[in-house]
């Protein structure tokens, strides 16, 4: 197994999602691409420039601690795949 | 009379002065969908019954001498990414193809509480991952200049369906371009507002930083209708801004005599078609004629965008995707060994390749030790990206430049290389990078005859700039009144 | 045996829920004991669109946890995604603090089994949300999730390995849930699971000071299995020692029924949480303003106030301490206090008869059926030796189970003591006469003797004699100077 396959298992495993042997080299060669294209910006070297993680810039938005009306147990279930009891039904959790 | 093909702002009109209901507006409209719907398929969902109690109900209102709202009896569609309340709502994906919201998003409440009438949920690329609609995991939708083409993506369905006015207008999403790209391939109008503008509470998250609820229309006039019914602070998004709305259609009609538009030097540059290019420059030429001032002005990290962009999509985009886990709602597969095995297999099935190439990426770029070569540095570069574009608009009033550097390419183009698929994004996704406002307006057509849009880049919660400026342009040149003879218009 | 002595070194993270009304990020409420499902709405089950929003209260009671236990405040802050799938998570992610915590560096008193005062250092106290519950379903048909608890605000308290032993993580808790308690940001439930707690534990030779490889118990919620585990695992982890055997890293999970810790997972499988800003909610910036606005609220501490009583009240120091181990126990003391005008018989009072009423009764104090202003009065009868001491706990008595005032109960059931000095001068020329031993005794410099001479004039009086009035007449009329 080569090094792109590891990291791409380890990241598949991450995200949960398997990859079927035959998209596996697509996958390598797409991501590949990709990142190589990502990678340009390893030229910049801008240690000090403070990072933008918001859509603008926010602070402090922030609710009172006063209740709203929760939704109805029949809402919060209407699209559980498997219900029982008034709770989300799945497999046994070990 | 076609009533149900006019222009919101004309059809309220039309209702006001009692020359056309609502009911019988509602059934035209149908009547249009089924005869059209075949060849351009932008719908995923109908709404057909409670379109028509809806209708039955404003003109009740109308019919006791109320103004029932600003979009009293306007039939719109609405993008399947955007939550309505006991209406399924897919992101036209295999993993929530039955599931029911029990919530409205903040822009459904909204144009419902102005009257608007729901006719339907649009596709789209599946969780808005795309530009060209092509990966709706339900159909494919086509354009309605030319079924051969694409509609443009990911809102390609809302924008197809105001194109071929199976929509009086329509509510899109915007994450990197997904409502002006489509709206230049399709010849209608566009906007992305200022991030935080309206609401993300019930948008269906794609990249919870660049997400922006958009709006497609007929014209320039019902674009900024639409965004004075959407603006607003909304408590339940805390990215929500809490700045004054403007009246967006104050500034219609006005001159932009003394106005400067900024032209980006580094967007004219290899790559670009010779017909979009030919439509910027007589889109340059058309405001110099207006009075207003063209100025070239730099955006230094223009090619830093695309890694930019699809460090950060991607990595939000793979936290906020981990949700669909089959537990508490959309698909659960079947045939699984234990819990891991189901979430497993849920997840595998659920989404298409492109959603898993992104959740891929996005895992990769924010695992332990690539976080700071790939995430922290593409949030450093987004600071340069702002910088370069607060000093760009410090010198003009709004930014000209091309949408796309195609107009609609044909199916299965793309498709095979996603670097270049991605790079035809780049004059729109620097947009979302910047939190700015961008408006798309029809601007000219290509030597096949298909639309082209041009694209104004406006300062934060600087809407009404861009509306007066459009609308100028949009009043002086006949592109949004040409319509597409493909479908039964 | 080798005969090497070894040395469990502790470190603890605990899980506090905080006593919000509302959950972090929505308005669900966070009472415990709800029908399944029925405390939630699309924001804190996760569900597509659904956006959170930070509840102010929450980011207080971190702040001012972190005041509480000497921390320093991060003024800047922001809340960040821990990515993991578990059923519980309805997210796939967990909102959480990674690398700016509201609260850093900051420390705790305990005292040790010698009876020292040990310092035990907080790495960190951050903000996070709480996970959904899972139980099993019926006839082994899977498991099931109530979400009622998802959203919840939690802190997560994480210590330095300060702690050597069981005894002292014990302590270390009792302090953190006193103190909780004591600013009001936490019931401390270990029973409704509102605290609990994970133990990284490391064993090595008392000579060392090198750590040794620890592992870390998951999710205990009981004194009792703490203590277990600390027990277990210094054992286990002694004995792989002992036979040359390395421990290695884990995260462990602890069978409460079998007494034994199982392997959940090794450190190479260690989790990649890809924590990232969540850019669904606003940076936290503590200002100035908001910073003196929160430290407002902060109460006087279980130590200050200790040290205070001792001062103030000049209480003795094992009384000071019982007192104020609980806030509202503190309270009703310095409120008797006030009303009785006498520190010392409250402070006995108290201490004596009535917490034993409440351990009776099994109330807290806040529920005594004997309020503080009621003590205080029934203090001040006996300290004006309107009663003697045995009426006064028949007075006690009668208050705890009808309600009545010490006034009323005394004036209705004419308890009144005898101080009227006419009455007593007689009763005393009696009790001279008939015990002409003790009084020579107490002529003789016997001082002692007069305490029987008390004792027999209660007597004659039938207990309603004042006994400090009868002292002081015995003693006028044998020294008739």
Known sequence: MSIQDQWLRHVADLAKLAISPEDEETLIRDMGQILEFANRLSALDIPETPVTAHGRPIQNVLREDRPTPSFSQEDILANAPDQSGGCVRIPTVI | ???????????????????????????????????????????????????????????????????????????????????????????????????????NAAAVEKILAEGAILLGKTNMDEFAMGSSTEYSYFKKTRNPWNPQRVPGGSSGGSAAAVAARTAVCALGSDTGGSVRQPASFCGVVGVKPTYGRFSRYGLIAYASSLDQVGVLSQDVEDCALLTKV????DPRDTTSADEKTDDYLAGLNQSVRGLTLGIPKEYYREGIHPDVRKAVEDAIGQFQTLGAAVKEVSLPHTEDCLPVYYIIACAEASSNLGRYDGVQYGRRASGYRDLSDMILKSRSEGFGPEVQRRILLGTYVL??????????????????????????????????????????????????????????????????????????????????????????????????????????????????????????? | MSGIAYETVIGLEVHVELSTLTKVFCGCPTEFGAEENTHCCPVCTGMPGALPVINKKAVEYAVLAGLATHCEINRYSKMDRKNYFYPDLPKAYQISQYDLPLCKSGFLEIETESGETKKIRLNRIHLEEDAGKLVHAPNHSGSLLDMNRCGVPLLEIVTEPDMRSAQEARSFLESIKKIMEYIQISDCKMEEGSMRCDVNLSVRPASSDALGIRTETKNLNSFRSITRVIESETARQVQLLEQGVPVVQATLHWDEDAGETSVLRLKEEAQDYRYFPDPDLAPIHVDDAWFAHIQSFLPELPEARRKRFIEQYKLPADAAALLTSDAALADYYEAAAETSQSNLTACHWI????????????????????????LGQLIQFIDRGAISGSQAKEVFDIMASTGESPESIIRSRSLVQISDSGQLEEIAARVIQNNPKSVGDYLAGKEKAIGFLVGQMMKESKGKANPKLAGEILTRLMNPS
């Open chain 3, 351 to 374: 201490t004596g008869e009535l917490l034993r009423l409440l351990k009776e009764k099994e109330v807290t104090v806040s529920d005594s059926p004997i309020g503080p202003g009621a």
């Open chain 2, 1 to 103: 009379m076609q009533p149900w093909k006019m222009p919101a702002h004309a059809l309220k009109q039309l209702y006001l002065s009692r020359e056309a209901s609502v009911p019988e507006v509602v059934t035209g409209m149908f009547a249009h969908i089924k005869q059209t719907e075949p060849a351009v398929d932008a719908y995923l969902t109908l709404c057909e019954e409670s379109a028509a109690a809806q209708a039955q109900a404003i003109q009740k209102r109308y019919d006791q001498g109320e103004d029932p709202g600003l979009l009293a009896g306007v039939p719109m569609a609405v993008k399947d990414n955007l939550c309505t309340r006991n209406i399924r709502t897919t992101c036209a994906s295999r993993m929530l193809e039955n599931f029911t919201p029990p919530y």
């Open chain 2, 230 to 233: 959407l603006s607003g602070y």
């Open chain 2, 367 to 489: 695992s332990a030790g690539y976080y700071d070569a790939y995430y922290k540095k593409a949030q450093q570069v987004r600071t340069l990206l702002k910088q370069d574009f607060d000093e760009a608009l410090s010198q003009c009033d709004c930014l000209l430049t091309p949408v796309s550097p195609v107009t609609a390419f044909a199916f299965g183009e793309k498709s095979g290389n996603p670097v270049e698929m991605y790079l035809t994004d780049i004059f729109t996704v620097s947009v979302n990078i910047a939190g700015l406002p961008a408006l798309v307006v029809p601007g000219g057509q290509d030597a096949s005859g298909m639309p082209c849009g041009i694209q104004l880049v406006g300062k934060p919660f600087g809407e009404a700039v861009l509306f007066k400026i459009a609308h100028a342009f949009e009043q002086s040149t006949p592109w949004h009144s040409l319509t597409p003879k493909e479908v039964a218009l």
